[in-house]
């Protein structure tokens, strides 16, 4: 039993990997349930390291969020924008409707995301940003990537996802079915 857990976490853990689309649509898949967001923190910083990196402006916007199904969470999110760069770009609503996930107001917009890295972490990795309260573990799957249009990065996202939580509900809407 403990083997067909580590194996089905490896699987969850390779799936949100791999995934080049929209988070929030695969974590509503894997756990036949509708996502929410909270957010957690969103406040303008200076970060001359991205700024440099993606020809942003030195005040760039940082949006912590935590993603949930029936209130679990499910993933701890840091978002990174330059809110100059995004004037121009549209999407059929505001980035600052805070409600949608980042992935949603893109859905429209064509776009390809760069993953930058995909690996475990400790569990503070995203302490510099903000401190997530709803950690129990010492490491977590944490993805890192751009979302790229027309040549430039818009969007720098790092996803710390809280696996336990989404094989506990994977686990509980077969329940379900069955």
């Known amino acids: 039993m403990e083997y067909m857990k580590r194996y089905l976490k490896n699987v969850v853990c390779d799936v949100l990997f791999r995934n080049t689309g929209s988070t929030t649509t695969l974590l509503e898949a894997l756990t036949n349930d509708h996502v929410d967001v909270e957010i957690v923190k969103e406040e303008i910083i200076k970060c001359h390291d991205y700024a440099t990196r993606y020809a942003w402006s030195d005040s760039i916007t940082l949006r912590a969020t935590t993603l949930q199904v029936n209130g679990t969470d499910v993933s701890n999110n840091i978002v990174l924008y330059d809110p100059q760069k ?83 509900l994977l686990n509980n809407s077969y329940k379900d079915e069955g």
């Open 86 to 168: 995004i004037s121009n770009f549209r999407t059929p609503s505001s980035v600052k409707n805070y409600s949608f996930p980042i992935g949603r107001l893109l859905e429209s917009v064509e776009n390809r995301r760069v993953v930058t890295s995909s690996t475990t972490k400790k569990s503070n990795y995203l302490d510099n940003f903000c401190r997530f309260n709803n950690l129990t573990m010492s490491e977590y799957p944490v993805k890192e990537y751009q979302i790229v249009y027309n040549g430039d990065v818009y969007f720098y996202i790092i996803e710390q996802y809280l696996i336990d939580n989404i094989l506990r």
